[in-house]
């Protein structure tokens, strides 16, 4: 199979990429059981691009349920070896409001009983690897570069708080957050990206903000529509720094 550029993993609100030509859909077996859903393979222009919808294309899959280890694995398996994360957020810091783009630099993990690494299979041999950067940061310049030609307004930098879901949190969970140093917060960033790491892959997160997170707005509570406006109008900014990103 010819080399796959760039691999995209969308999440709430982006199932399809939409301007992917010549596609060819991949029902991947992994030793770790089914991906969300068969895989994407096509064309952007002269570039090869995979893409997998993280929660099935119908997104019946809730965030604690994904199989992060069979769509990491599927994706390297088909020769990516740079995956963009595509995650939707709630917004904790004054400059992470709704409709803002980010490129994270840091993940703190406060999810609960996913299988989270690939070591974790009877017999496997165990493996620690470094994480302190949990992002490729070659990856999320690249990214970055490419929102700036766009003209796709991005924040740089800022910390992921992984929740587990598929709930919204408390306000005394997004004040803890806040105290650990959290900007984002969001259901599917972890394990991703350790999985990505441990198998060698290029991972950077391009995470799109569709609310407040609890108590962090004016309004008492999250309104699920607005939420879901939000990322309808967010998302349309991704394939343009996608397409930027490709074209370098
Ligand atoms: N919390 C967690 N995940 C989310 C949120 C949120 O407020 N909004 C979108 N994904």
């Known amino acids: 199979m010819r080399h796959v550029e760039l691999a995209v993993i969308g999440g709430t609100g982006l199932y399809k990429f939409p301007d992917l030509e010549q596609v060819e859909r991949h029902a991947v077996d992994t030793p ?12 952007v222009g002269a570039h090869r691009v995979a893409f997998l919808a993280r929660h099935g294309e119908s997104h019946t899959i809730p965030p604690h349920r994904v199989n992060y280890r069979a769509n990491v694995w599927a994706l390297h398996h088909l020769g990516a070896r740079r995956v963009v994360g595509v ?52 990856l999320r310049r690249d990214l970055l570069a490419a929102a700036r030609r766009a003209g796709v307004a991005v ?8 929740t587990q879901g598929p709930r919204l949190e408390t306000r005394a969970e997004i004040a803890r957050l806040r105290r ?4 984002l917060v ?22 799109l903000v569709a609310n407040w997170a609890a108590g962090c707005g004016d309004e008492g509570e999250i309104s699920l529509p607005e939420i879901y406006a939000n990322l309808e109008a967010v998302t349309a900014q991704v394939p343009k720094v996608i397409g930027a990103l490709l074209a370098g």
């Open 32 to 43: 770790y059981g089914s991906p969300s859903d068969s895989i994407v393979v096509g064309q």
């Open 87 to 138: 995650n939707a957020v709630g917004g904790i810091r004054a400059d992470m409001g709704p409709r803002v783009l980010a490129v994270p630099d840091q993940v703190i993990d406060y999810t609960h009983d996913r299988l989270t690494s690939f070591c974790d299979v009877a017999g496997a041999q165990v493996r620690h690897i470094d994480f302190s950067e949990p992002y490729t940061d070659a």
């Open 155 to 162: 924040v740089d930098g800022g910390c992921y708080g992984a």
């Open 180 to 183: 650990d140093g959290c900007d």
């Open 186 to 207: 969001g259901m599917t960033g972890m394990p991703e990206a350790a999985l990505a790491r441990e198998l060698g892959l290029d991972y950077a997160c391009l995470a």
